[in-house]
């Protein structure tokens, strides 16, 4: 009996987003990253091409963390009241993209001015030439007040800047288009609202060719089937021709999965789970890997295990 | 949905005229107005012009090539008239896809008809009905539909070319023929996999109704349901693009989100 073809004929493709400029293209990164241009369902080398990896950010925030456990505090803890020593520490540790966090900015949690905001993203620039995704604080009418000074401040870098969202979108997106920098556009596990915020901010005359959709993140045990199928779907709607959901993927993996239980709880709970110091990463990067499958393009990362396991994973599948 | 406009045809009166007259200014303008509205193919029909009728067929074809790159579905009854228009219009207008409109399956049709498009690189539309007339039940649909879908693709017309059309009759004149119709669609599309694609002309139904156009978007809704892929209709229709769109999005054909009538144009390139 013959076996039947199984190719899928495909109309659409996922569309390339370049993050990083070099001396050459106007900023003072040392290389760019490109992902997306898939034209087929992941990982299925017959149906389409593949012409880029998956990315890999690896977190770094503007203030001390206070919630971080003892694993990532014992990779951290030395750095992470120093943004541009904590920068350097995850380049060595293999990222190929640094995921700023101006926490500080937040209202509660140090209201950090718009001003400071801008001195520790040039401090991050001039500390290590690897592109920059920079996310706000979540509180829409400070993200609004910071984030266009740092657009402007870190304008011809072409960073990624996270994130706007169906309530707010107009300010983010007229910034990232005036100084030139790629734009996350985030729905929480929603891929209805998703596609209608990329409507939203197509309005405003921002390219969606410069989008990421953020989805938001579930960890392994947390409802990650849902954001799992959210993917597929987004994946299916833009083959199919849908080029409001043909922008490449973003997932916070690390923030996700340090919130879960079995990542934070420390080796009072070996004897049932396993011995802290593994099971974090382990689920980091069990989380990460299922999302690759998927289609995720950046994983935001924490642990260096996990960047260990998800880049030894990506060699294997991707290149 | 693979939008098919109605309007550029001789029945209207002004597209008459502009025939006539050789007024190409009245063809662009109704053009404009289909394409906005999201026509894919134009569809062609001198309707009862006087004088040359290939000269007159050519000349409108140009017209509309003028305006569109889009492809031309040269839409007449009578196969000679056909068979003397598509290699003219091929000549005149290399780059641009056209569809036959139409042939039946009755023998004499599809000998002449079928090989006309594989040698001009057309697609077909082909009507369910033969020498006998148009059926008036469905087995009889299904038979000449699936009669001409088996000799077109032996000739060697890609399936994804070839669009069957059920034959829509006035809602008036034969009430029982609308459902006959639907259901044809229904079986023929497990005819073949891929199945082919399925066109109606739909304002058939409506004809000399005062209600016309309620009548044909909820006709247009029922077809596609049964798995119409294409309508010969007015694009100018907002109220009918709108039903489409919708029926797209409750058939998962679109991802849903709030605005989804202007994603639908944003994705065509219209908003």
Redesign the interface.
């Known amino acids: 009996m013959p076996v039947p073809d199984a190719k899928e004929k495909w109309s659409g493709r996922i569309q390339t987003v370049t993050i990083g400029a070099t001396p050459a293209e106007g900023g003072t990164r040392g290389r760019t990253v490109t992902i997306g241009g898939q034209s087929g369902i992941p990982l299925l080398g017959f149906d389409g091409e593949m012409p880029c990896v998956p990315a890999i950010a690896i977190d770094v925030c503007d203030k001390p963390p206070l919630d971080w456990p003892k694993p990532l505090a014992e990779v951290y803890g030395d750095v992470w009241s120093d943004p541009a020593a904590w920068a350097k520490r995850a380049k060595e540790l293999g990222a190929d993209l640094i995921n700023l966090r101006l926490a500080s900015t937040h209202p509660d949690e140090g209201d950090a001015s718009p001003a400071q905001a801008v001195e520790t993203v040039k401090t991050v620039l001039k500390a290590v030439d690897l592109p920059l995704v920079i996310w706000g604080c979540d509180v829409p009418e400070k993200d609004q007040q910071v984030m266009p000074k740092v657009a402007e401040a870190a304008e011809g870098e072409n960073c990624l800047l996270g994130a706007v969202t169906e309530g707010a979108y107009r300010t983010l997106a007229a910034a990232a288009l005036a100084y030139k920098h790629k734009l996350i556009t985030l729905a929480p596990c929603d ?3 998703s ?2 915020v990329n ?2 901010v ?1 309005d405003t005359g921002f390219p969606l060719t410069d989008v990421v959709i953020y989805p938001t993140t579930a960890s392994l045990g947390y409802g990650m089937e849902y954001v799992y199928s959210i993917l597929e ?2 994946r299916l ?1 833009a083959l199919s ?5 043909a922008q490449p993927v973003i997932l916070d993996v690390g923030y996700e999965t340090w919130r879960s239980k079995e990542a934070r709880s420390g080796d009072e709970a070996a004897e049932a789970l396993g011995p802290a110091h593994l099971r974090g990463p382990a689920w980091e990067a069990v989380t990460a890997t299922d999302y690759l499958q998927g289609g995720a393009d950046v994983l935001v990362l924490r642990h260096p295990k996990a960047v260990e396991v998800v880049r030894n994973w990506i060699k294997e599948f991707f290149v | 949905m693979i939008i098919f406009s109605e309007r550029i045809n001789g029945m209207y009166r002004d597209v008459r005229g502009a025939i006539a007259e050789c007024n190409k200014t009245i063809v662009h303008d109704l053009l404009k107005e289909q394409l906005v509205g999201g026509a894919d193919v134009i569809d062609i029909n001198i309707g009862p012009t006087k004088g040359d009728a290939v000269g007159n067929f050519v000349w409108l074809s140009q017209t509309v090539a003028e305006v569109t790159d889009k492809p031309l579905s040269l839409d007449s009854a009578k196969a000679n008239l056909l068979v003397e228009v598509v290699p003219k219009v091929r000549q005149a207008l290399p780059k641009t896809r056209l569809v036959i409109n139409s042939c039946t399956a009755a023998a004499d049709y599809m000998d002449k008809l079928i090989p006309l498009a594989v040698a001009n690189g057309t697609g077909m539309i082909g009507l369910t009905m033969d020498q006998e007339g148009v059926p008036g039940n469905v087995e009889k649909r299904v038979e000449c539909g699936a009669t001409f879908l088996m000799r077109a693709l032996e000739a060697g017309v890609p399936i994804e070319d070839i669009y069957i059309d059920p034959i829509i009759l006035p809602i008036h004149a034969a009430p029982k023929q609308q459902m006959n119709a639907v259901e044809a669609i229904r079986q023929l599309a497990i005819v073949n996999d891929p199945p082919p694609q399925f066109i109606v002309g739909l304002s058939n139904v409506s004809q000399k109704c005062p209600y016309h156009k309620l009548l044909n978007r909820t006709f247009l809704v029922m077809c596609m349901a049964a798995g119409l892929t294409a309508a010969i209709l007015d694009a100018a229709d907002t109220d009918l693009m709108d039903a489409v769109i919708t029926a797209e999005v409750l058939q998962g054909k679109q991802l849903y989100s709030d605005d989804y009538i202007k994603a639908w144009k944003m994705q065509k390139g219209l908003a």
Do not use: P, T
């Open positions: 891929i209805n609202k596609k209608q409507i939203l197509s779907r987004g709607a021709g849908d080029r409001l959901m």
